[in-house]
């Protein structure tokens, strides 16, 4: 193991001055075995392993910019990348970035995207109060960059594994002073035509009760949260957890 070990050191350091390191680096992932070790990661999502993906592909677009570069000349270049590099005062030009990357910078209007329920907060924050926690800070970090102005936007409806599903507004939406929030609707369609239908709907439901969704299966209800056309029920369901669902939308089917 030791001499296997010392070789691949030595193999990595040749990747320093070779050219088209993109497919050498995919050779090392598979001789190291870190392909295989994070692919047996727990997490569904994998991050580890799209973080490799992503090395890779950016070293690939490199590749194809730079054909005589080396490794040395990558590195040398990405150290001098971030996005606060990348801003330039006035450029009448909009700067994407993660909220990670935004800690520490102010601008006068932020835009925050995809402000729905499995996107801020992540899935993965249903289930966990910690992470939860952590998602709502995130939030704050991206809410306290805005001077002037912050804009939420989410869309109505996203397809998910072949399937069309309408959205979730994410709940940090609704710990906000509702008096601070001017609602506008960029989607064109029309959303009050069911407007009486979601509000009988409503009135089939309480708290405690018992229901039986098509995907989630049995839970019972532990909330209603009255907001007319959106009013949302929060329900432990057995197998799937706690969900919030506009009842509207949910097919909650009620067994008692």
Do not use: W
Not at 108 to 136: C, F, K, S, Y
Not at 140 to 151: H, K
Not at 216 to 233: C, D, N, S, V, Y
């Amino acid at each position: 193991r030791r001499l296997c070990f010392v070789g691949i050191t030595r193999a990595q350091q040749r990747i320093i001055f070779s050219r088209a390191f993109a497919r050498t680096l995919m050779g090392r992932r598979e001789r190291t075995g870190l392909k295989a070790l994070l692919e047996k990661s727990t997490d569904p999502d994998k991050p580890e392993l799209a973080n490799v993906k992503e090395l890779i592909n950016s070293a690939a677009e490199y590749d194809q910019e730079h054909p005589e570069g080396t490794l040395e000349d990558y590195l040398a270049q990405i150290s001098l990348m971030s996005d606060v590099d990348k801003i330039r005062d006035g450029a009448g030009a909009i700067t994407l970035m993660t909220l990670h990357a935004a800690k520490g910078l102010e601008f006068p209007v932020v835009a925050m995207i995809g402000m729905e329920e499995g996107i801020l907060p992540h899935a993965r924050a249903r289930t966990d109060m910690n992470q939860l926690e952590e998602e709502r800070r995130l939030c704050f970090v991206g809410i306290t960059r805005a001077q002037q102005r912050i804009i939420f936007s989410r869309a109505f409806a996203r397809t998910l594994m072949g399937r069309r599903e309408r959205t979730v507004p994410s709940p940090f939406l609704r710990e906000m002073p509702a008096e601070l929030i001017e609602i506008t609707d960029k989607t064109g369609l029309d959303f009050d035509r069911d407007t009486s239908e979601g509000a009988a709907d409503s009135q089939n439901f309480r708290s405690g009760q018992m229901v039986r969704h098509p995907t989630f299966g049995l839970g019972r209800i532990a909330e209603i949260q009255e907001m007319g056309r959106h009013t949302r029920a929060i329900v432990e369901f057995t197998r799937a957890g706690r969900k919030t669902l506009i009842l509207e939308y949910a097919q909650l089917e009620p067994l008692g």
